[in-house]
């Protein structure tokens, strides 16, 4: 779990129940045969709301819910005050959602980048730093620097 948020590996999440009587993988099923292409449903993250709303933002809709990434971001407050469902709220987080999408985020948190990942990116910011033709203590700290920006997980501080 993260911030709440429950995430769903491989065949984990298809005998989660959906709503109407029907499971995740009934889902998945009826969309492949209404749009007839082969759907795997990778992972999926259920996103408790507390009290709050989650918006949504759907890159290249194909039709509702359907596109090739999707983007869902919670609203709520810190002490778990209901939000009114107001359209100004609902716009706010669909444009959350929208920066999300685009920010293509590797990572939700500094804390799950992985070793690889952090020595591949260090390798391009010295390799860029390199190239100012600074001392390499001077490019050591410029490393430093950007590498606590590193990821650009979060389009939001």
Known sequence: ?????????????????LGAGRSVEEAVLDLAGSIRENIKLRRAVCL????????????NAQGTGIGSIIGAVALGTKDGTP???????????????????????????KELVDASSLDAEMDVLRAQAASSGKPANIIEKMVTGRLNKYPHASPFP
């Open 48 to 59: 408790p709301s507390h009290g709050g709303l989650v918006g949504t933002y759907v890159h």
């Open 1 to 17: 779990e993260r911030g709440g948020a429950h995430e769903f590996q491989l065949g984990e999440a298809h005998g989660l129940p």
């Open 83 to 109: 939000l009114a469902e107001t359209a100004e709220l609902q716009a706010l987080a669909k444009q959350l959602a929208m920066h999300a999408v685009a920010a293509k985020p590797k990572f939700l948190l």
